[in-house]
């Protein structure tokens, strides 16, 4: 059924995920994003731009409570 194959990707998805938490690539200037799997963590050193910082307005905290997310850009070293 639909469930099953839902199941399997939910499985797959997670274990993605879990491979990219395994270790972190530290991030080389010449390092093009789209060379890393899905859901890697990286290491990064730089600046952060508070002058182009965004609030996404609507985002509920894990415990449901009203709040928003922030985003700001990080000027990679080098």
Same mark, same amino acid.
């Given at each position: 059924?639909?469930?099953v194959g ?11 995920? $879990?491979?990219?938490? #395994?270790?972190?690539?530290?991030? @080389? ?6 060379? /890393? ?15 182009? $910082?965004?609030?996404? #307005?609507?985002?509920?905290?894990? @415990? ?6 922030? /985003?700001?850009?990080l000027r990679?070293?080098?």
């Amino acid at each position: 059924s639909w469930q099953v194959g839902r199941a399997h990707e939910k499985r797959a998805l997670v274990e993605s995920f $879990q491979r990219g938490a #395994d270790s972190a690539v530290v991030l @080389a200037p010449d390092l093009a994003f789209d060379a /890393l799997p899905r859901y890697q963590h990286v290491q990064a050193t730089g600046q952060y731009e508070p002058g182009r $910082q965004v609030l996404i #307005d609507n985002m509920p905290s894990s @415990a449901g409570k009203p709040g928003y997310r922030v /985003l700001t850009p990080l000027r990679r070293a080098g």
